[in-house]
Each structure stands twice: as C-alpha cells, then as structure tokens.
C-alpha cells in the first residue's frame, strides 16, 4: 500500500491542525495505522495509532488528550487531529500501515510508510 501523509504546516503554540493520510493500493482497511513522528535530532517515536476497524485507539502519553487518530475506511484515509500544540510537537510526522495490533506501537512491526509531513509549532 502506498500512503501520503499532508497537512502539515507553521502554527502558533495553543493552535490545532489535523494530519491526513491517504492510501492506495491496497485494501486500506485490512491494515491497523499508526502515526510517528521525527523531531530534530531525536529518533522516531509513536504517536498514535488505530485498529483497521476504527473500534480501537492508542496513544502515546504525551499526546493524550490532545490528539485523536481517526480513519474513514471508505475514502481510504486516516487523521491525526491535534489541538493545543506545542512548540514540543515540532516533528516530521509519520503515516504507517501494517502492524499487527499487538505490536501496533512498534516503528519496526510497520510495512509500509508515507514521505512524511512537517509541523512546526512556534512559541
């Protein structure tokens, strides 16, 4: 499956953004997503991520509560909506596609990765 990540962008710390993710290729809903992010000079970290069925989401701890992952299985798309930014946010973020659930939070359980998206959040 191929993924496109967009959406990212320059806001100001406290404002909101939402990611997407868009697929082809394969059957969309047959893979569990997740959503990782690069900041500079650290290392790839999860996000979020959720179930190919939608019933399910999971979250690092420091995004909770201000992220939602979300997918819509007939457009083929998955989100990251994020509100309350901080200038910690600040990453390339990632779409990935086909872990298994129990490894859904694993970078390296991931078959399939998009080009990823640049958000940076001023102070």
């Known amino acids: 499956v191929q993924l496109q990540a967009c959406g990212g962008g320059l806001v100001q710390a406290g404002g909101s953004l939402r990611l997407s993710c868009a697929a082809s290729?394969?059957?969309?809903?047959?893979?569990?997503m997740g959503w990782f992010r690069q900041a500079p000079g650290k290392e790839r970290e999860f996000v979020a991520a959720i179930r190919r069925s939608g019933d399910t989401t999971y979250y690092a701890e420091s995004v909770k509560g201000r992220f939602t992952v979300s997918r819509d299985n007939a457009k083929n798309t998955a989100y990251l909506e994020m509100i309350n930014l901080s200038p910690e946010d600040t990453a390339v973020y990632y779409c990935?596609?086909?872990?298994?659930?129990?490894?859904?939070?694993?970078?390296?359980?991931?078959?399939?990765w998009g080009q990823g998206t640049e958000l940076t959040v001023s102070s």
């Open positions: 990935a596609a086909g872990a298994p659930l129990v490894q859904i939070a694993i970078i390296k359980a991931y078959l399939y």
């Open positions: 290729g394969r059957t969309f809903s047959a893979y569990n």
